[in-house]
């Protein structure tokens, strides 16, 4: 069974930060892909940022340059770091990996940025 748990969110004014983390077990962490999602009220989930096992990562163009996704292989910890926050970044983040032949989602944590 894999595990995935975020924590670190919480409401933050506009223009600050906050740093997401999200810690795996049940797999080998070294050697999967890891995503950042979010859903906002009455939208739909949209990845944010993912980092391969390689370190290469990727962002929306909604926060390139203001999210920066790292992870820590042997603490099996991903973390997003997000500066710079804007209102419309108000919604719920999940921690995403796909293994074992299907997709395994954290419960999430809310990030609310009061404007």
């Known amino acids: 069974q894999v595990y995935l748990k975020e924590s670190g969110g919480g409401l933050v004014q506009s223009g600050g930060s906050l740093r997401l983390s999200c810690a795996a077990s049940?797999?080998?962490?070294?050697?999967?892909?890891m995503a950042w999602y979010r859903q906002a009220p009455g939208k739909e989930r949209e990845l944010v940022a993912n980092?391969?096992?390689?370190?290469?990562?990727s962002y929306a163009e909604s926060v390139q340059g203001r999210l920066d996704v790292s992870r820590n292989n042997a603490r099996n910890i991903v973390s997003l770091q997000m500066n710079s926050l804007k209102p419309n970044d108000t919604a719920v983040y999940y921690c995403?990996?796909?293994?074992?032949?299907?997709?395994?989602w954290g419960q999430g944590t809310q990030v609310t940025v009061s404007g």
């Open positions: 995403k990996t796909r293994a074992f032949g299907r997709d395994w």
């Open positions: 049940g797999i080998n962490f070294k050697i999967y892909t």
């Open positions: 980092i391969t096992s390689s370190g290469q990562t």
